[in-house]
């Protein structure tokens, strides 16, 4: 079984839209969204979900109000200062640190489980496919992509499948590490600005560390040249290999408002050409490692 994860330094490159393009042109996989912050593969997709269960990777601090004395030293104490005056904690507050919880001389707080987010297990056109939804405002999204990259492998063993297509997060933060720890290849989606070279640099560096082989894309490469050229010769000087550049041209921009996948959109010619040449030597390059 092999991963390929489809990363990007930033938001908004089109990694998603290639993850799509890809997922419809590959067969022997399955499609796993590790964007949990904000899941949007599905939109493309249109899954049909199987099974959904709660993600629960934290805990808050709940006071019993009938035993609580109201001494105040649980508010004194919170840091974060999620405990009312009436003694209540605020959700959206409690780190679920514990501290109040060890501290209260009768034992009137204690600790619940909390719902951080829901993951889906799903069918779609192109093969069984795993995403996930974090909760608004909640943390732990690394252990939400790991849950994801799980069962993703399992559903590619219950299956007989060979391979696990993944859009990754963007930027170079813990969910990221989650995403393409132990992957077998990433492709890095760019753009030809300051930001785009930036933080390209900075996602191959994270490859490099965790030992993942990369390949680049240049996505809208035409919008300013001169840049195209410095990350192609970035990429020369680190031994990254361009495996594609895609020009700017609305027909994608249609593609996305009528919510269908660029090489299966009837609108496009060029692009999905460019893009199916460019998943060819992507799955060539996957197949030799």
Excluded at 185 to 204: F, K
Excluded at 259 to 275: A, H, P, Q
Aim: hydrophobic share 40%; charged share 25%; with cysteine.
């Amino acid at each position: 079984m092999k991963e390929l994860v489809i990363v990007s330094g930033k938001g908004g490159t089109g990694k998603t839209t290639l993850a799509a393009s890809f997922a419809a042109l590959s067969n022997d996989k399955v499609m796993a969204d590790c964007d949990v912050d904000a899941a949007d593969l599905h939109l493309l997709l249109k899954p049909n979900i199987l099974k959904t269960e709660k993600f629960i990777s934290s805990q808050v601090a709940v006071i019993d109000q009938e035993s609580c004395l109201a001494c105040d030293i649980c508010r004194n104490v919170c840091r974060f200062d999620a405990i009312s005056e009436d003694y209540v904690v605020n959700p959206m507050d409690c780190e679920g640190c514990r501290f109040c919880e060890r501290m209260c001389p009768i034992e009137a707080i204690h600790m619940e489980k909390q719902e951080n987010g829901r993951w889906h297990i799903a069918e779609t056109e192109f093969g069984p496919m795993v995403f996930a939804q974090l909760g608004v405002a909640e943390e732990n999204s690394g252990q939400l992509v790991s849950l994801v990259r799980k069962e993703a492998q399992k559903l590619a063993k219950e299956n007989n499948l060979n391979y696990i297509i993944i859009d990754g997060p963007p930027g170079v933060g813990c969910p990221v590490n989650s995403a393409i720890t132990g992957a077998q290849l990433a492709v890095i989606v760019t753009e030809p600005t300051m930001s785009g070279i930036h933080d390209l640099m900075r996602i191959l560096e994270l490859t490099r560390q965790f030992r993942v082989p990369a390949l680049v894309i240049v996505n809208k490469f035409d919008l300013n040249l001169e840049n195209t050229k410095e990350i192609k010769s970035y990429c020369q000087k680190q031994q990254v290999e361009v495996v594609g550049e895609i020009p700017f041209d609305p027909g994608v921009i249609e593609a996305l408002k009528a919510g269908e996948i660029l090489v299966r959109f009837s609108g496009d010619g060029k692009v999905s050409e460019i893009v199916a040449d460019i998943w060819k030597r992507v799955f060539n390059r996957l197949q030799l490692i």
